[in-house]
């Protein structure tokens, strides 16, 4: 069994059986969810519907962390790997069309920097 795989003891008094693969998935899944959270603060500030760079770079981020966790750990769930395929594909898609359309400085222009 691979280090990935295996339980993490200082994690024991949890009750909870965690591994660094679970560690990643968590992550993954926090990040994929916080994106959310950033797009509302974003969008609070300017007084409309925005979507940030930054949301973009937590989509990708977290979709390949759960990816990663379903592909690689000793979970293997096809089903997961499904669920994280299209999501990764689709945030690399949108990251990519926004830094075509923006440029690489564009949060940095509108903060006049």
């Known amino acids: 069994m691979s280090f990935m795989n295996q339980e993490l ?10 591994t660094p693969w679970k560690l990643v998935g968590y992550t993954g899944a926090l990040m994929f969810g916080g994106r ?12 409309k519907p925005v979507i940030p760079r ?5 989509s990708l981020a977290g979709a390949l962390m759960t990816l990663s966790y379903f592909m690689f750990s000793a979970k293997q769930d096809s089903v997961g790997v ?3 395929l299209f999501p990764t594909l689709t945030a690399a898609y949108s ?5 075509r ?3 690489w400085r564009r949060d940095r222009a509108a903060q006049g920097q």
């Open 9 to 18: 003891m200082c994690l024991d008094w949890t009750g909870l059986h965690v």
């Open 36 to 47: 959310w959270v950033v797009q509302l603060i974003a969008s609070r500030r300017a007084g």
């Open 54 to 58: 930054v949301f973009w770079y937590m």
């Open 82 to 84: 499904l669920q994280n």
């Open 95 to 99: 990251l990519n069309l926004d830094i």
């Open 101 to 103: 359309h923006r440029g």
